[in-house]
Every structure is written in structure tokens, then in C-alpha cells.
């Protein structure tokens, strides 16, 4: 017999209080979607759990009504992760936002997935700590453990998988596990933190997180340095990394985006190639590591390099590349953004990323390389107006083109972004009879398929 969606909520009354529930069509349409160009779809219902328990009851409810799941954070994600395909029940995780301990003699912290990273590090700074990972959004810390969120400060401190140490999990079948423990390191069975971390809530809701953080540097200084071709602008940061400097932050803005950039922050930065930089130390050795920096990018050609030690002018700089995807949607009203997503090896980086600007410049379409090229992980923006379907067409084409290079070159077609919907059709491609594998997993730990149904595979 069919569910209905006047049943579900009766059964989902029978656990959550009134004010848990919800099918207004407002609430609905704003998480049918997320930032992304995919197309949305409506939950039946939205549910918003306070503890452990609630995700328990709601689990079990949908087990018995055989009704999808989807985990929801804050709608952040660019591949569609949080559209439910298959409509059903959307679990909104922003009352569980609580901060429940802080370890600061174990550099941990235990917390509800609904924290955001703004939240946590204004909490932290009381401790003379912070959380590293930092993908520009201020999205939830368990959407970001759910797609191994990453950032500009990987190339230094790691992505999200590298942070947690423990998570609570909710599985199909409404036990609850845990995955970790609090030791630094372990031996001991199967990796499960790496198996739910960028699991893409297809194996169940995390509901509780312990993660690593550290301390605050004394010291931090920012640069900016500007280069004649992208070509030289790449091949430093490969000199950089292979020189061992320590760097906490590199970042590519080719001259396209910093156009944008300067038409919407109404910045004056020269129109060029560049790279934002940073670093974080004490004083004498940051002195040594800036020097260094300087006669590398010297090395290859740089135009000019500026460097910043007060906090506003840092800022001004990282607001400018954080804000870069509104740069571009605010530039060109009406269109779409789509993004590329590939990481490759650093000795590819250059080749990888001229490929791309080559691939652009042919389109002739409004769009710029931006990326974390300290790991070797960049992003194409494409503006697309999505209802001429011949430059649908174009974009979806000159994507494959650039994912395609990633992996025949030893990269993966997602360095942070997640897979979702839209890198679905590369697994196969990307991981070969690996996938089988993970095709068994998702089948025995969640055998209705009722986890995020239609993602990953």
C-alpha cells in the first residue's frame, strides 16, 4: 500500500512534538535544493530532530514506511547532494547545534552536526584555538564531514577526513555506532571515519562529531602576487611545495575572476594571474619562509608580490577570494554557475590547468580558474544561461573534457565538492571494479536503499 504523505506525518506526530514537523511548501522548496544548477525536488515532509533520539524514532518510521532519507545541513553544496530525488522525508539538522565539549588539552572537540565552522572557531578563539578546514561557506560541520569538505587551508592542515577523530552514526536500521574514539591514531579494525566521512549521508546520519583543531599561530601573514601568464603563476606553487615551505594557504585567481572580483568587491587589484598566499608561524621563521616564497615566485616571472600582516587588509584579501561564485552570479544576472571539480597530482597541476584555459578560451563563454593549487585541486566557472540548451550542452561537454584530463592523468573528477548527482557518471571511469566494492558496501549497510537514494551511484 502506498504512503502516504498525510500518514507519514501522523506516524512522525507519534515521536516529534508539533513544532518538529513541517510540509508548508516554503520550508519544503528551500531544501529541495542547493547551490548548485541541479534541478530540485521536494521532500514530502521536513523533520528538525534536537537529539540523538529523534534521528532514532525518524529513522525507524521511515524503515517502516520504506521512505527515503536525506540528511539536510545548510543547502551549501554544489553537486545536489541534499535534493531528495525520491522525495520522502528531509531531516534539517539546524537545531542540533550544539558545541558539547571542548578538549583544549587533547586539541578535540565533540559536537552536534547542526554547528556551523563560524560557530565552532568564535567558541574556540576563547581557547587560543581554531578549526582549519575551511571551504568558504560557513557550512555545518556535519554537511562538511558528510562530503570531506576541504578548502583553502588543506595544502597545510589537511580536508575534513584528516580532522575527525569520531563520529556518531545513525544507521538504516536505527542502531547507533561509533566510529572512532579519541586517540590520535589506531590500528584497531576497519577505517570507519574514512568510510562515513564523504559517505554523502547514503549510509546513514551522523548526529555527533569529535574533531581535531589546533592551536592559533602567532603569527600570520597574507601575500599576493601577481604573474604575467597562468602558466607561471602554477609553476611556482609547484617550486614552493617542492621547496618544503610550510605554506598554510595558496590559492590561483586567474585574471578573468579577478576582473570579478574587483568589479564586486570593489577591489583594485592588478588583472593578472595571481596567487593568494598564506602563512603561519612564529615570527623569525615566517621572516625565513617569506623570503623564500619571494625568490621563488622571482624565479618565475612575477609581476609583482605583496604582503600583508594587518588582520583587515588579510581579510579584505581571503573576503575577495571567498566571495568569488557571488562575484561571478552577481556579474551575470540570469545565468547559472556550474563548476568543475578536479584535483590531479601537483607534477600535472600547470598542464592540467592550461588545458582548462585553453578549453575556455575556445567556448567564448563568461567563465574563470579559480583553485586550492597547493593540492592540486582547481575549479572552472562556467555563467550558463540554463534554458539555451544549446550552451547546456556546450558547458556539460567542456566539464567532461576537463574531468576526463584529471583522470587520465592520475586525478579524480571531485577534490572537494562531493559526488552527488552531478559526478555520478565518472565512478565507474574514476574507480573501475573498485566500485563494485562500494556498491556491496552501501547494499549491506543500507539494503532498501533508503539512505539518500540516487547518489554516489
Known sequence: MEVTTESLVESLQRVLSEDQISTNLTVRELRSKDESYHKPHLPDVVVFPRKTDDVINIMKIAVENKTPIVPFGLGSGLEGQVIPLQHGITIDFSLMNQILEIREEDLLVKVQPGVTRSQLNQELKKYGLFFTVDPGADATLGGMAATNASGTTSVKYGVMRDQVRNL??????????????????????YHLNGLFTGSEGTLGCITELTLKVHGIPEHIVAARASFTTIKDAVESVVAILQAGIPIARVELVDEASIKQVNLHQETNYEEKPTLFLEFHGNEAGLQQDIEFTTDIVNDHQCCKVEFE???AARNQLWAARHSMAYAYIHGYPGKQMVHTDVCVPISELANAVLFAREKLNEAGLPAGIVGHVGDGNFHTLFMVDMDHAEQVAQVNDLNEQIVMYALEHGGTCTGEHGVGIGKKKYQSIEHKTALNMMKNIKDAVDPNNLMNPGKIF
Do not use: F, M, Q
Open 309 to 311: 600582516k594587518d588582520t
Open 168 to 189: 556518531e552514526v545513525v544507521l538504516p536500521d536505527a542502531t547507533v555506532i561509533h566510529t572512532g574514539s579519541k586517540a590520535a591514531k589506531s590500528s584497531s579494525g
